[in-house]
């Protein structure tokens, strides 16, 4: 995106008749540079997390598989029963 909007303004310089090149690495470097000097953040909210005398939150530990129960090893229930047991009842008017 950054090579597009380079190419835009070549283009657009050249159309006026003008040369003006805008180098993006060196903009980068330089704000690279420049974040170097910017001080310190300052504490936003709350306690120092680095102080040993912070009240935290209690840690808990809840399982992912908390309602797994293990279903084998089950004996199988005979085909038939199981397939009579989810077919639809035939209708009685017919």
Do not use: E
Request: proline share 13%; aromatic share 6%.
């Amino acid at each position: 995106m950054l090579t597009l909007s380079g190419a835009k303004s070549a283009a657009a310089s050249a159309a006026r008749g003008r040369h003006f090149s805008f180098h993006w690495p060196l903009l980068a470097a330089i704000a690279l540079a420049l974040s170097g000097c910017m001080p310190a953040a300052t504490q936003l909210a709350g306690a120092d997390p680095a102080d040993p005398a912070t009240k935290v939150a209690p840690v808990g530990y809840r399982p992912t598989v908390a309602p797994y129960t293990s279903l084998r090893p089950a004996t199988p229930a005979p085909w038939r029963d199981r397939n009579d047991a989810v077919t639809p009842q035939p209708k009685q008017d017919r």
